[in-house]
């Protein structure tokens, strides 16, 4: 597994890849050897793309590696389009299990790959912003980006 990190218009980003796999995009450094490899770049260049307003999707392969009700939400969590938000328990509904919407809420904080698995897109029922591994400025900026939050 390697990772690489970069500095970016919301601060440093880490990316790592295993197995031409992307499998984390994360706020803080990973514990594995430190390679920029030519998949990293491409990771690199389509999240420079959306941090510059240029890009609404990601074309990368990517690897989960969780448990399968973190997983599942995490799938869940792709389906939620570019400008749009969903609520924790939306998630919950979309998933078939609507009373889980607290461990949907833990499994989002836990979501390896911020951004391109856009945790930032969910929003208390209320809509209001709730955590964000980056933080509530960064989880912001985001939804500013996509013209969600003002």
């Avoid at 998949?39 to 590696?65: C, M, N, Q, T, W």
């Avoid at 607290?102 to 930032?120: F, Q």
């Avoid at 209320?126 to 939804?143: P, Q, V």
């Amino acid at each position: 597994m390697f990772q690489y990190s970069y500095i970016t218009s919301i601060g440093e980003i880490t990316i790592a890849e295993d197995n031409g796999r992307i499998t984390n995009v994360a706020y803080h450094k990973l514990n594995c050897e430190i390679r920029e490899t030519p998949l990293i770049k491409k990771a690199y260049k389509e999240l420079s793309e959306y941090l510059s307003g240029h890009r609404k999707s990601f074309d990368i392969p990517i690897k989960f590696v969780g448990t399968p009700f973190q997983i599942s939400v995490w799938k869940a969590l792709q389906s939620i389009p570019y400008g749009q938000t969903a609520s924790y328990k939306d998630i919950a509904n979309l998933i078939e299990n609507p009373r889980a919407y607290r461990a949907v809420g833990l499994a989002n904080n836990k979501n390896p790959l911020v951004i391109i698995v856009p945790c930032h897109r969910v929003v208390g029922a209320d809509g209001s912003l709730t955590g964000y591994a980056g933080g509530i400025k960064i989880k912001e900026k985001l939804l500013e980006l996509e013209k969600l939050y003002k």
